[in-house]
Nanobody, 127 residues
């Protein structure tokens, strides 16, 4: 049984940092593209960032480029999202997800492509 568990969310002031972690069990992380999504109250879920199986290719939505960094440790079956210079508009529930497939490059992030999802971790940025 696959389990996806996020952690690291919390309350932070604008300009602060948080590091999200996602531990996946029940599969080999190296066989999956991994992504982070977020959903703010009253809004649709959006893709934030993804990373290919090797960690050598990453994608970021424009609103987080230069502030967020995605990384992975396949040996630990763990995905990370380092979030710096946080803004109130980053407030959302953040979800980790796994998409089956080993690709050389990632160019986009699409919700329909992801097979396994976590329950989310809340990030709240105060102004």
């Amino acid at each position: 049984q696959v389990q996806v568990v996020e952690s690291g969310g919390g309350l932070v002031q604008a300009g602060g940092s948080l590091r999200l972690s996602c531990i996946v069990s029940g599969l080999s992380l190296a066989d999956y593209t991994m992504g982070w999504f977020r959903q703010a109250p009253g809004k649709e879920r959006e893709g934030v960032s993804c990373i290919n199986w090797s960690g050598l290719s990453t994608y970021y939505v424009d609103s987080v480029k230069g502030r967020f960094t995605i990384s992975r440790d396949n040996a630990k079956n763990t995905l990370y999202l380092q979030m710096n210079s946080l803004k109130p508009e980053d407030t959302a529930m953040y979800y980790c997800a796994a998409s089956r497939g080993r690709y050389g490059r990632v160019y986009d992030i699409q919700e329909y492509a992801y097979n396994y999802w976590g329950q989310g971790t809340q990030v709240t940025v105060s102004s």
